[in-house]
């Protein structure tokens, strides 16, 4: 498995230094981390950036929710093969996420093993 730039998408800046932190103790796996606070901003750093090969995302965002995004990123064929990984408080709305293109979800709060789980089960090569 190539290392990881991974696109954090979430606008509370807690979590984003919480999953920060949690693989922070992986850099065998995480190159980079970029960090956003809207799917708007995602859009864009997308577009900067072609490197980003895993997407971890919010729902619930102000500007460009979760859906938004997914609906916009999704409609692009180059994004087709780069995982999202949900992160939600919400777990009732999980087949609708998974229907916008989402490929997995986590509930929040976010433990290690089950994060590092998910990003090797969707990035193996």
Sequence with gaps: MSKLNILLVDDDLINRKLIK????????????????????EALGAIEADSTINLVLL?????????KGFLKEFRSKRKNSNIPVIV????????????????????????KEDDL??????????
């Design 21 to 40: 932190a949690l693989l922070a103790h992986h850099k065998d796996i995480v190159e980079k981390i970029t960090e956003v606070g809207n799917g708007s």
């Design 58 to 66: 919010d729902i619930l965002m102000p500007i460009m929710d979760g």
């Design 87 to 110: 992160l939600t408080t919400d777990d009732s709305k999980v087949s609708e996420i998974i229907n916008y293109g989402a490929d997995d979800i986590l509930i929040k709060p976010i």
């Design 116 to 125: 590092l789980k998910k990003i090797k089960y969707w990035t193996q090569e």
